[in-house]
Nanobody
């Protein structure tokens, strides 16, 4: 089955760090742009970070620049979001996604199941 499976997340104190992982199942990630979104209670889903399929372009939301790092390990079909110096406003449900035009298929746009990040003292 073609899907994204997330792991990680948890409860950390302000200033702490956490790494989220997203793994593709049923397809290879090397042709996909990847990224992370998050949604806090009462807010719309917002983009956190995106990384191009060839690893040459990275975008971060202003609120996380300098604190979060997106990376990919295509050989293992993995995407990471390393989060440092976490703030209470970072608390949200985080979602991984992958997007590509697949030859012989068309556009494939996949989302992970979400993982909760809580930041509290």
């Amino acid at each position: 089955q073609v899907q994204l499976v997330q792991s990680g997340g948890g409860d950390v104190q302000p200033g702490g760090h956490l790494t989220l992982t997203c793994a593709s199942s049923g397809f290879a990630l090397d042709d996909y742009a990847v990224g992370w979104f998050r949604q806090a209670p009462g807010k719309e889903r917002e983009g956190v970070s995106c990384l191009s399929e060839n690893n040459d372009n990275t975008v971060y939301a202003h609120s996380v620049k300098g604190r979060f790092t997106i990376s990919r390990l295509d050989a293992k079909n993995l995407v990471y979001l390393q989060m440092n110096n976490l703030k209470p406003e970072d608390a949200a449900m985080y979602y991984c996604y992958a997007d590509a035009i697949v030859p012989g298929y068309g556009r494939r746009d996949l989302w992970g199941q979400g993982t909760q990040v809580t930041v509290s003292s």
